[in-house]
């Protein structure tokens, strides 16, 4: 019996393999097209993706692969439920089951409505009219509603979507632990907003050359451990980090001459991703074994890199002196601690993509209690730029002045991500729940910091998190390195206590 | 019956533009695999790529498509054979057979003794000891042997393979057209060596900054004709054109800084075959009705851009003053006729890629002679350098001073490319036939290019060439457009008046 099971488990991970080669076809298709492709080039590529697409789904959702997880399901192999073979299952079975589920033709009007919602979007934003998008977003809400009820879910609706990007958390949950980290993060920007201190953010502001910037921003991306021969450096308009297979996890990046954080930070935040990626198991490439976790345990990943680490001020007593030289025109007159308190500048602002790390997840708090809402037929689609403005003005203090800088702002719901919002604050409180817990059993690590080293950190995390690769969820995994379950106060004392230290509150 | 037929053709159609679709994934992985992809990232780039092959060839051998064409062929659809139904009916029947009577097993044999036979190459030519490779050569003919056989052909083995390369064309054809070359080109090359005359080529080995050469190539490859919103231009160790798909045409060089011609006359090389491909018919992409015709036809096109227009005096003195502003620093001594001169210098060397037109050529058949003696049982591969050297010496005057500059220079016998190599000569013939032609056709070219327009001769070879796909084999296609079978005559001309002015002879 064992033997047939073995067998199965065998064909099973050559068929995922398979899949995952096909896939990461399409991966490089994808990154070629946001860096590369000639604009004529662009009607063919979709021809291609459509057509890999179409296989895989074939092969993924072929009768094949249930019999072998039954096969495998109904064997010894998966009695330690943390096994690699019955990790690979329990994933690989979760997403066959939601591929089978979903009935062709929802599929289909979904990949429509989106191109037609995300066109509407585009022109909505553009006149800043959210009533023009508004019912697109109520037609995307019921499609979703429609998906979700295909695959089902054991609380409420939207945890059938969140499952898309954050597997095992729910949307009861979420509302806890942001519901503590609200009151708080009100607060703290309150009293930011109260201190009399301010940075010179102009000092960024002046000639970044942007050759010196892609010199410094892969110096230090490779400092902290990203490994350029298993990987590259582009540039894009929307910046991303992308696996083609192991071996090669390519980022990518954008310079803005007269600003000297957005492609730095940018780039940390992206090798931060990248170093997840390559820190996964390749022995299991293409299985769940060795994949990422979820959208909140990478996001933990590019902002533990990019802002606990990269915006610290151990990171800065290594960098500034060389960067400082590197950049000499428009540094020389500026010291340590002003250019610290520069990158950490906090101040209430429109643009989410823009915020610094307190105010950034107000924005996400504001955008999941929305969606929730709409979600759960607690709130109509025309009722959104309201909600916002008076949320926006109860967090901020201030009101978008439209619904471009306001509701309008962000992609995402013409694209139907439901459920996609919270994982960028997840990944904050993550992250800062395992610094913590670095900082905790590794000691002294600003010393190591401040002296350019990183790879005590960097090893932790590989050991704790990136080669587990899914075998926990992330609500286990943040237990099972940290002890404890998520909670928001790991970030809110982090935020406390450096934004106290600058702000002088 | 036509309803069935009708049908048929359609199903045929829709497969092999889903088998091209894939293929041109594979090209977009193999254009990246030499262009931007990480060190670490070739194994999986490899593993990729032979599941996309197997994938193809799967679908193309399929039964299903030899029933298809069985059904087409029977119909009244290919009565006209220049049609485009009976065009790609012939061509998909010719690929189809081939692929279905290699066995597989010789499929898979030639694929490894390609590897290890390559790997003795670079051995070989390393300690520059022809021995170390003779047996591969001696193994990869035999097994090239077998594929001819299995293949089949008319007259000689040797056209088997070379109807991988030059399909309809013949060893008894191209015999004949390069015996009448090779008197008059050796006499060409022994009057300009006697020439007192000499260029100064120093002047193109001065300082020719990088950026500034990328500059000029580009604005040149546009001028001629190239599409960059449907094209690209990236740096590789070996140039190379490859097309994606329709509106999506790629093409790479090599710079040297300390020389003019290496990179400006490889782009506009380049260019040509880039030219070509934008050419083709989209609606007919992934069909051989918008197909090259031949690898010969191909570097026709490449040959003309390059050496028929690219170094000729009227496109010069369109160029010249402008890009003796841009190199002013090493051009601001030189005069058109003197930079005209160096561009076409010519003297025999050891080295075919590096040879200029008029010895080029005499490379070619050196090499055709012997991989055909060779390969009809005439020359043992011991026996190579004997003959290399002797022919060179008769060729060019000098013998090697040693394998790696002799009969060792070249891949493409370790890659079984055999058959492979008279195409370059051939694209020289048909370029000079086909410009003949188009002279005598469009009248005042000379008078445009110096003007620095090129669109009536671009016009003319779309019409006349590109459009037409793989309609005509390049016999064919030859008689078509110029009223003549393939002759020596037209290029022997074009060379004797050029270098006639240019050496005073």
Chains 1, 2 share one sequence.
């Not at 690699?84 to 994933?91: L, S, T």
């Not at 009861?172 to 907003?193: C, P, T």
């Not at 540094?331 to 601690?337: C, F, G, R, Y």
């Amino acid at each position: 019996m064992a033997g047939k099971a073995e067998k199965a488990l065998g064909e099973l991970v050559d068929l995922c393999k398979e899949i995952h080669l096909l896939r990461s076809c399409s991966s490089l298709l994808g990154w070629d097209e946001r860096t590369y492709i000639p604009q004529k080039g662009t009607p063919h590529r979709a021809e291609q993706q459509s057509l890999l697409a179409g296989i895989v789904h074939d092969k993924f959702t072929s009768p094949k692969i249930g019999d072998l997880l039954n096969e495998i399901e109904n064997s010894e192999l998966v009695d330690d439920p943390l096994s690699p073979a019955a990790v690979n299952v329990r994933e690989i079975r979760r997403l066959y089951d939601k591929e089978v589920k979903l009935p062709k033709s929802l599929v289909e009007e979904i990949s429509r409505t989106v191109t037609l919602s995300e066109q509407a979007w585009v022109e909505a934003r553009k006149k800043s009219d959210f009533h023009m998008f508004s019912p697109w977003l109520a037609k995307m809400t019921e499609l979703k509603r429609q998906q979700a009820d295909a695959i089902g879910y054991k609380k409420e609706r939207y945890d059938a979507l969140l499952d898309d990007y954050e597997p095992g958390e729910t949307a009861e949950n979420i509302k806890k632990v942001f519901d503590g980290l609200r009151k708080e993060l009100v607060e703290l920007v309150e009293a930011i907003g109260s201190s009399s201190r301010r940075p010179d953010i102009s000092i960024l502001e002046r000639n970044y050359p942007v050759d010196k910037q892609e010199v410094v921003s892969k110096t230090a991306s490779a400092s902290i451990g990203f490994d350029y021969n298993g990987g590259r450096l582009d540039i894009t308009t929307h910046p991303f980090c992308t696996t083609i297979g192991p071996g090669d996890v390519r980022i990518t990046t954008r310079y803005n001459q007269n600003h000297f954080g957005q492609a730095f930070f940018g780039v940390l935040h992206e090798s931060g991703h990248g170093l997840y990626e390559q820190g996964l198991d390749p022995q299991y490439a293409g299985l769940p074994m060795g994949e990422s976790v979820s959208l909140g345990i990478h996001e933990s990943q590019s902002r533990m890199w990019e802002n606990f680490v990269g915006r610290s001020k151990p990171f800065w007593i290594y960098f500034f002196p060389w960067v400082k030289k590197v950049f000499w025109e428009s540094l020389n007159d500026v010291k340590l601690d002003d250019f610290y308190f520069a990158i950490n500048d906090v101040r209430p602002s429109l643009i989410r993509v823009e915020a610094d790390e307190v105010t950034y997840n107000l924005h996400i708090l504001l955008r999941f209690e929305i969606e929730h809402a709409i979600f759960a037929g607690d709130l109509k689609t025309d009722d959104v730029p309201g909600v916002w403005n008076e949320n926006f003005k109860r967090y901020f203090g201030i009101v978008p002045p439209d619904d471009a800088r306001g509701c309008l702002q962000d992609v995402h719901w013409s694209c139907g991500y439901i459920g996609y919002f919270p994982t960028y604050t997840l990944g904050n409180l993550y992250a800062a729940q395992f610094f913590a817990k670095a900082k905790e059993e590794l000691g002294n690590l600003d010393e190591q910091f401040s002296h350019g080293s990183f790879t005590d950190l960097l090893s932790w995390l590989r050991e704790k998190i990136h080669k587990h690769g899914m075998r926990y969820r992330a609500p286990d995994l943040v237990k099972e390195v940290t002890g404890k379950p998520l909670s928001h106060e790991y970030l809110m004392s982090y935020l406390k206590e450096k934004y106290g230290m600058l702000y002088g509150i």
